[in-house]
């Protein structure tokens, strides 16, 4: 929320500078996300105390030798006037009308010598010169907006029309006119009080000590009474716990005065007609959102089902099927959950959120039905992302605005609307409040505050005062430690339930930063593994290592999305959402391969190489049960080249089948346990190319493989055509659980090894697993390593067979080998396995 500085001054002296104002702010809770400075020292553009000056117009001439300029005649403070050449188009409407010193006109001009803005150059800064145009020297510039970094406006020349609300006087340097520091503060759910001038005056007030100004609420009312002309009734009452309504008649249509157009603009606001600017000045000034309606629009509503009968605004929640167009020109499907206000000839608006395009203010509205009220901000949250509108007004109401601002909001309005648009504001209001909210009383102990805010010094009565800066209402300042003080939050303040929020205020307005540090007084806790979090994260670290990245996802999905993977519904009962954030988010996962497939089918849009993993839990609800489990598994999916694009590589030998696999067999090697890998087949895997993952014993821990193409086709994966994908699932909690408690650590080899190949023929069917174990179990202690490094199958092998050829690593700890050695142990390998898998050397 932007917050200009010359308007918080309105409100609460400020004797600090922008950048001290700021840090006081943020380091009571009140984030600073920005500071911009306007033509005061700090600015991009300094306006010269000297050369740059609010001048007033005194007369406008024809300039005698061009059709598009004028001479504007202008008093600046000095002995006598300047006449200025100018070609600003909104001047010409006063040629020819004489002296015009009674219309307190004023622009802002800069003298020979200043620097300004010139939005012909790409708005570089650049120096006044003067020179002649047309035949007349001039030495001074009437400036726009955007000459003098206020804007993009170049249209015309900054006019400022005086008013009874706003005196000016001509030579006044435009610093003191104009200048200003505005604050750009993040208004965070916990500070929605703050989400206004007053809310953030309120704040530096308490922090500094200053009186705080509230803006008068005194409405002057001469118009016909109210009462008989409007009714008002709300069907839910928790969601719309207060509605205010005032009727203003007379309201003339026109621009709002300067003064309150600079302040919208600076708020980040675009002024549009006066009572649409008043509606959207009190909004920030007091932080509580009104609406504007049309009232003869609702009167001739009114008078088709109620003639001579009043206005009746209902709210209630949407009908199936309903829509409304709203301000913006958007028509909107309305769901049965949003509020609205209506009558009963149609909807009016969006409760709380926006009004309907029907009822607004149109340049002939000439009377005006004026509503300030209060909605559940739960509601209002939910609506605003429903709908996919987002406002002033819904900011502030889904934060929370507490009922009693309402009557404060609508009184402010009317008031302006009737001494800044000559409006006649009808007697009386119609307050309409069907759920009374009763003040919260919290009992806060001293001791609880001194315990839980370390500030040990502090007494009931400091206690006391710090808490009724901010305006609480304490009872029993007297009390000693161990004694209660009885506190009662203000009317604006929605966010206090106990104790502990009034600690935090005390803390806030103490000062967070003279909070004195203190030493743990105690012995260290014994120091405690965790080594369950210690196995995932060496599981975490092997991979980082093989160069795969860890990617985090969503625990919540559909049970549409996770139906992609298998291509069909899972049937098992999911862990639901009653309110989730988004409709894609709705239900705790069952898989988590399919998360990580999401987050890589995104991402193979701007990589052609993936390579991600995933440690996480999934949720699956067994049937009868009301508590899911929470199992870890781990994910994996890679694609894509095999080695990064390289000058000594061309990257096109893609990934395949025994990459991940292979992947999988380090993080074997790394866990210090052995997995067999088995043909299988798998739902949204590629037959074939799937294997089962399985323990020693036989127990299957996961899968891996080549997904289906309908797979990769259903999350729409954008590789190239026959590109394979390659996923992996596994039981982490399982795998984990297996593993032995203490790691096991080789001593480094002393003695040098032997490495020989052994071609063997076998059985087709017989897998290259099986003929490693055989040959483990075969060659003893002595063969420390086996590799497959070629399968073949063809000539000189006979139908039925194949070749299996295998790296054998000897080596002793004890010796060094001889070649005898070697050759005896190699005999009773080929002797063993021509027995146990029927192998014979090629």
């Known amino acids: 929320m932007r917050v200009p500085i010359s308007w918080l001054k309105e409100y609460v002296d400020v004797d600090l500078s922008p950048t001290e104002l700021d840090s006081l702010l943020t380091n009571a809770g009140m984030e600073g996300v920005g500071l911009e400075i306007i033509g005061l020292e700090g600015a991009d553009l ?3 105390r000297e050369l740059v000056l609010l001048a007033q117009v005194l007369k406008v001439d024809r300039h005698p030798e061009a059709d598009k300029l004028v001479l504007a005649s202008v008093d600046y403070g000095a002995d006598e006037p300047k006449t200025v050449v100018t070609g600003a188009p909104n001047l010409f409407q006063y040629l020819d009308q004489g002296d015009l010193s009674d219309r307190r006109l004023f622009s802002p001009m800069v003298l020979e010598g200043a620097t300004y803005l010139d939005p012909y150059k790409d708005l570089k800064p650049r120096k006044l010169k003067g020179k ?5 020297y001039n030495d001074a510039m009437l400036c726009s907006p955007v000459e003098l970094g206020l804007g993009e406006d170049h249209d015309g020349i900054l006019l400022i029309q005086e008013d009874e609300h706003r005196a000016y006087r001509a030579g006044t340097p435009l610093q003191d006119v104009l200048g200003d520091a505005v604050l750009d503060i993040d208004v965070i759910p916990n500070i929605a009080r703050c989400a206004s001038i007053v809310g953030i005056a309120r704040e530096v007030a308490a922090l500094t000590g200053a009186e705080l100004r509230m803006p008068s609420l005194d409405v002057q009312m001469d118009g016909e009474p109210i009462a008989g002309r409007v009714e008002i009734h709300t069907e839910h009452p928790e969601l719309n716990p207060r509605f205010v309504a005032m009727v203003i008649e007379g309201v003339e249509q026109k621009p709002s005065p300067f003064w309150m157009q600079h302040r919208l603009r600076l708020a980040g606001q675009r002024p549009i007609n006066v009572v649409v600017d008043i509606s959207n000045y009190v909004l920030l000034e007091l932080g509580q959102p009104n609406h504007t309606f049309d009232y003869d629009f609702l009167r001739a509503r009114a008078d088709q089902y109620a003639p001579d009968g009043p206005i009746r605004l209902i709210t209630r929640l949407a009908h199936e099927g309903e829509t409304l167009t709203t301000l913006d020109g958007v028509e909107h499907e309305l769901r049965t959950n949003n509020i609205l206000v209506t009558d009963p000839e149609g909807n009016l608006s969006v409760g709380g959120i926006m009004g309907g395009h029907d009822s607004e203010i149109r340049p002939e509205t000439t009377n005006v039905l004026l509503e300030a009220a209060a909605w559940n901000f739960i509601n209002i949250r939910r609506t605003q992302r429903q709908l996919a509108m987002h406002t002033e007004a819904g900011f502030r109401f889904s934060r929370g605005v507490h009922p009693a601002q309402a009557e404060r909001g609508a009184r402010r309005v009317a008031e302006l609307l009737r001494v800044l648009a000559g409006g006649t504001v009808a007697e009386g209001i119609v307050d309409y409040r069907p759920l009374e909210i009763e003040p919260v009383v919290v009992e806060l102990e001293v001791s609880y505050v001194r315990r839980l805010s370390g500030l040990t010094d502090l007494d009931g009565a400091q206690v006391a005062d710090l808490l009724r800066r901010l305006e609480f209402e304490v009872e029993g300042e007297n009390a000693g430690d161990g004694e209660t003080l009885r506190v009662t939050a203000p009317d604006h303040r929605i966010d206090i339930e106990g104790p502990h929020d009034l600690v935090e205020e005390v803390c806030r307005i103490y000062g967070y930063h003279r909070i004195p540090m203190t030493v743990l007084a105690d012995s260290l806790p014994p120091q405690r593994g965790n080594p369950s979090l210690e196995a995932e994260e060496n599981v975490k670290d092997i991979l980082v290592e093989l160069g795969l990245h860890e990617a985090i996802t969503y625990r919540l999905t559909t049970p549409e999305a996770e139906a992609r993977l298998s291509g069909e519904p899972d ?16 239900v705790m996962r069952h898989s988590l391969l399919a998360s990580v497939l999401e987050v890589a089918a995104g991402n193979s849009r701007f990589r052609r190489r993936l390579a991600l993993f995933e440690v996480g839990n999934i949720f699956p609800l067994a049937e009868g049960k009301d508590r899911p489990e929470e199992l870890a598994k781990l994910a994996m999916v890679v694609a894509g080249p095999r080695d990064h694009a390289h000058w000594q590589n061309d990257g096109e030998s893609m990934m395949d089948f025994f990459d991940l696999k292979g992947v999988v067999e380090c993080l ?21 190319k799937t294997a089962r993952i399985s323990l020693a014993d036989g127990t299957a821990v996961g899968v891996l493989g080549e997904l289906h193409p309908l797979t990769v086709e259903r999350y729409e994966f954008r590789v190239e055509k026959d590109q394979p994908v390659l996923a992996a699932e596994l039981d982490l909690d399982l795998i984990l659980g297996r593993l032995d408690a203490t790691p096991s650590v080789d001593p480094v080899p002393v003695y040098p090894a032997i490495r020989e190949d052994l071609a063997l023929v076998v059985d087709a069917g017989l897998s ?16 420390v390593k086996v590799e497959l490094f070629d399968v073949y199958q063809g000539e000189h092998v006979e139908a039925g067979k194949k070749s299996l050829a295998y790296h054998l690593t000897f080596q002793s700890r004890s010796k060094t080998l001889k070649d005898k050695d070697v050759e005896k142990q190699r005999r009773r390998i080929l002797a063993q396995l021509e027995k146990t898998v029927g192998a014979t050397l090629r």
Do not use: H, M
């Not at 290259?768 to 063969?783: F, I, K, N, S, Y």
């Open 46 to 48: 300094v306006w010269d």
């Open 132 to 136: 002649p145009l047309r035949g007349i």
């Open 571 to 586: 049937e098992s009962p999911y862990v639901r959402l009653a309110n989730p954030s988004t409709q894609d988010r709705a």
């Open 668 to 688: 074997a090697e790394g866990l210090q346990t052995e997995w067999v890998f088995e043909p299988t087949e798998q739902a949204g895997f590629r037959p074939g």
């Open 768 to 783: 290259a697993g099986q003929v490693r174990d055989a040959l483990r179990e075969a060659g003893g202690p002595l063969l």
